[in-house]
């Protein structure tokens, strides 16, 4: 802070010209009140077995000693995850009415403020407890956040286990709480039917992660029809501590180093190679506190991989091309005595080439996201995705880097405080540290601009323009989307 009592966060917006939006920040919930609301929801019952499946949950290790910690695999989990000695701070993402109180001083203009222990909701077992839990969390948040509308909006917290219970709790949360933001579990862990058939007591421990897109237990399209038509834009906001390599039972940091990129590349590439973004072009999805490190080097990857394993590319790689005559040949003049004694035996036999048998009509991996040319990829991926990423995240810059990713793209990186949480020691420095990234020549203030403004703004009028009318920044971004109206338009008529 400076001797004028100016934070350093606010000088930079007040300079910026344009609105600074909170992509993805962090709310605390007061437990106390939140089992009010689930009691209303549910009963005394159900919120008592909420109250103890979430002790189990998130507090079982606790309760084993290192052996058994050991013997089960249970992985360490997250401790001391709120900056507690700055307690106005912890105040502030608690009290929607503080938060709107320092806003200024923040430098920021509007927030979307995601939930905390909402989190770890839509991704609980029990059906009845993940359900009514979700919906005594978004009715708490609107009352909460309802009379701070001009300067900020709470996401809903969405189950997704079936696309039934998807579509319940977003139309109430939409047409009953007014919600512009819904925030959905990435994936989902279900146990593997064939040892939950044999041996239901290991049914949670034997578990694979359907990504809800690709090879899914059930068709969620309907699911993304229903946000097109409700206007929201999904955000997932899904972890991956407990799965993968990320269940070491001592490390915390282990397991929360890349656990966000990990989840939201595997939804992502699930969107993709499932056809989402060909079946609903319209539609934009963000993946949230992963950064966009992974997002680049997927975008390459796909590149890559289309043009070496496109349908036509494979025929390069079928074994029935191989040229035996040739190869006998050349065995003849260059392989030794035992080379050409099984060769001779297998008389023309290419198994040792390829030990499967493959059904060719299935094989062209990339019919379900109607990519015909490489650039199809592109279309596909760069208009539908949004990366959210926190203050101090250095991979900002790769987004931007229309040199270094294919075809020029910029891909739509949006700031997200992280406010709340533990990696944040101040709210008052999240801006000055995004701005970081502008100091050090790693992106220019144009980009700047799309990471913390631009970007957000686009994503959640896609389908909803009205989404920031009777907020803060509504005549800012009226004038965006009017200045990129006009660019289409001109761009249409060059065309």
Known sequence: MSASGTSKSQAIRAKAGHP?????????????????????VGGGKLADRYARQFKGNRLGWYGLSQEERRSRRVA??????MPAKNTRDIATVMFPKLLEERMETLGLDYCIMYPTIGLFMPREYDEEVRRASCRALNMMHA??????????????AIPMHTPAEAIEEMEFASKKLGYKVMMIAGHV?????????????????????DSLALDSEHDYDPVWQKCLELGVSPTAHTGSMGWGSRTSISNYNYNHIGHFAAANEAFCKALFFGGVTERFPALKFAFLEGGVAWATSLYADLVGHWEKRNFKAL????PDNLDGKLFSELAQKYGDARFNEKLERLGGDKSWLVRTKENRASLDEWAACGIAKVEDVCERFVPNFYFGCEADDPSVAGAFDHRGNPFGARLKAMFSSDIGHWDVHDITEVVEEAFELV???????ADFRDFTFTNIASLHTANNPNFFRGTAVEDAVAKLLGDGRETERRLAQAG
Do not use: C, K, N
């Not at 993805?24 to 437990?31: K, L, P, Q």
């Open 20 to 40: 600074i939006i909170d992509g993805d920040g962090h709310t605390i919930e007061f437990a106390p009140m939140l089992e009010d609301y689930l009691r209303q």
């Open 76 to 81: 360490r989990p997250p401790f001391w995850t």
């Open 143 to 156: 009352d909460l956040f309802g009379p701070h509308s001009y300067r900020m909006t709470p996401a809903a």
């Open 189 to 209: 862990r279900r146990p593997i039917a064939a040892i939950a058939e044999r041996a239901p007591e290991l049914a949670q421990l034997a578990i694979w992660v």
């Open 315 to 318: 025929d390069r790689l079928d």
């Open 439 to 445: 100091e050090h020549d790693r992106i220019s203030e």
